[in-house]
């Protein structure tokens, strides 16, 4: 239903993961039964986790940690792994920044040219850890790493950015864009794509050949394009959407693209709402900056950061609160919902009687505006529980 923003415009309602709540069904069933694999091509996971490829989360040594715990992650390859042989003193120096200072001296360190040596070692790196190595490009980089990524053997490659579309046009004869289908269609590797926010998006997204879309546009914790730019679509309502897009590409083709909620999530309900709102998986950063293993030293920092000429990230500080296993699947000791994410996740599934994660996508969701605040005046006033 569309609502009048004036005289000439109008447009639909939007919700995020605050506005929305699962709802109990009849059945309730035994957590030990629940099962939260996901499994995309030729690969299963014991979690439905991707690990944002943001320089602050993830490394070479977090890709191992986090593969060996049940996920994916995902390296930058843009960022200061394939910028610099060691970049350990750039996070020491990103890490003790004075708030002012931090975007412009943040530009500065990634300025240095990425060295074409460098991404083919730190897939390397990731593969003899033992686990499915995933790797992130700009559009405007994938055909220059291709073969490289393929010499690399690496398992699952990633075309980001904050918006990517099926059709981007462009007047200028020198700087032709990447065809999507083409080059997808074509490649050896299994590619996921994204992000987007609509239904229209995601359903010509699908329809390039990628395995996964990756949905959400500025929700993310350490992202400023919403004020930036001034575009996104809050995240539950964008992951319904692409949801619906995902049942019309199967009717049309019988291929299953999965739908992947990237970014906007803080507590193990946040996870279990995108599941719920028809996601197969979710991208996760700022949670994971505040591992102890992380390489940010606490923070966090997106991939548009440090942009040449319109930064669209600020450096946030997540803490460092917990192990990723900790983080991940617990035990959690703290009542704030930030640890044991997948724990979470699993006993939501339980509580409302669904058995997989497919299951799960059907659950019954409603508004509602109060859910965070009903009856929770103690915790809000004390700053403690579902108050911090």
């Keep these: 239903m569309e609502v009048e923003i004036g005289i000439g415009k109008s447009g639909r309602r939007a ?17 030990e039964d629940i099962d939260i694999s996901w499994t995309f091509d030729a690969f299963t996971f014991d979690l439905p986790l991707m690990a944002s490829a943001m320089d602050g989360v993830v490394s070479p040594r977090t890709a191992i940690d986090i593969g060996r715990l049940g996920g994916l992650a995902c390296l930058n390859l843009e960022g200061l792994w394939t910028r610099y042989e060691d970049p350990e003193a750039c996070y020491e120096e990103i890490a003790a920044l004075e708030p002012e200072k931090a975007t412009r001296r943040m530009q500065e360190i990634y300025d240095e040219p990425i060295k074409d040596e460098l991404v083919g070692r730190r897939i390397e790196e990731m593969r003899e850890g033992g686990i499915v190595t995933c790797a992130s490009l700009t559009p405007q980089r994938v055909e220059r790493y291709a073969q490289t990524l393929l010499e690399a053997e690496l398992d699952v490659l990633v075309i980001q950015g904050t918006v990517v579309s099926a059709e981007h046009v462009s007047k200028d004869a020198a700087r032709q864009p990447l065809n999507l289908k083409k080059f997808i269609r074509e490649y ?58 995902r049942i019309r590409h199967l009717d049309e083709t019988g291929v299953y693209v999965h739908v992947i909620a990237d970014g906007g999530m803080r507590t193990g309900g946040d996870v279990a709402k995108a599941i719920a709102c028809g996601a197969d998986a979710v991208m996760i950063g700022s949670p994971l900056a505040g ?27 997540a803490g460092k609160k917990a192990a990723l296993a900790e983080i991940l699947t617990g035990p959690a000791h703290e009542n704030d919902g930030t640890l044991n994410l997948f724990g979470a996740l699993r006993t939501s599934m339980a509580t409302t009687g669904y058995e997989t994660v497919k299951e799960f996508q059907k659950a019954e969701v409603m508004v509602a505006p109060s859910l965070q605040t009903e009856g929770k005046a103690l915790q809000r006033s004390q700053g403690v529980g579902m108050g911090r």
């Design 291 to 317: 591992a102890y293993e992380a390489p940010g030293r606490g923070y966090h920092w997106g991939m548009a950061t440090f942009h040449p000429t319109l930064p669209r990230g600020a450096r946030v500080y």
């Design 188 to 245: 050896e590797i299994p590619v996921i794509v994204g992000g987007c926010a609509s239904y229209s998006t995601a359903l010509h997204l699908m329809r390039t050949g990628a395995i996964g879309i990756l949905v959400g546009v500025g929700p993310g914790h350490a992202c400023t394009s919403r004020g930036v730019l001034g575009i996104g679509v809050p995240q539950a309502t964008a992951i319904a959407d692409a949801a619906g897009a």
């Design 15 to 31: 919700y995020g993961f605050d506005d929305i709540a699962i709802v109990p069904s009849r059945r309730t069933r035994d957590p």
